[in-house]
């Protein structure tokens, strides 16, 4: 008997703490998504095709936006928005190896924020898993999703262990 309302009482706390860790407001489907907060400036700001160069040796250069056409698998594209892509180069001049697996790429433009496209196919598979060692040089190709019309203004920030490094700017393709 005494099992049995140990077990009653187990299951009783444990419905009455699942259904407290669901409360939250009434307001239900929104459809908000994740952008980075980004309170720091970058370290560096420029243009699109120009190296931005950090105290430490490290360059980053991201080439002008074009046009992007997803593949049938790639995910993160946001119908009725443009989709541009750009290649980042990064050339490790630092004394150490530069770990870019935490690498956010957050675009903007006049009309909100830009969403990650990840397409295999098209070789955009986001940041590199690998450190880049010192003196490498790597090319990343990446694309987003974006709101606005062709010519907006477009502003490109990495932010990398939690810093914001560079920010290009330009427009959209």
């Given at each position: ?24 407001s ?25 190296p ?33 892509s750009?290649k ?7 004394k ?61 920030t ?16």
């Amino acid at each position: 008997m005494k099992k049995k309302l140990l077990l009653s009482t187990g299951i009783s706390t444990l419905g009455l703490l699942l259904t407290g860790c669901a409360s939250g407001s009434s307001e239900s489907g929104s459809n908000s998504t994740f952008v980075p907060q980004q309170s720091e400036a970058p370290k560096v700001k420029g243009g699109f095709d120009s190296p931005l160069v950090l105290p430490d040796g490290t360059s980053f250069t991201l080439s002008a936006p074009s046009s992007f056409t997803p593949g049938h698998f790639a995910s993160g594209q946001i119908k009725g928005q443009i989709y541009e892509s750009f290649k980042i180069s990064i050339s490790n001049k630092s004394k150490s190896p530069l770990d870019l697996s935490t690498l956010i790429v957050s675009g903007t433009t006049s009309a909100g924020s830009c969403a990650d496209i990840f397409d295999g196919d098209n070789n955009v598979n986001g940041a590199p898993q690998e450190a880049l060692a010192v003196g490498a040089t790597l090319e990343v190709n990446w694309a987003l999703s974006c709101p606005g019309a062709s010519g907006s203004n477009f502003d490109v920030t990495l932010q990398n262990n939690g810093t914001n490094l560079i920010q290009a700017s330009g427009k959209l393709a």
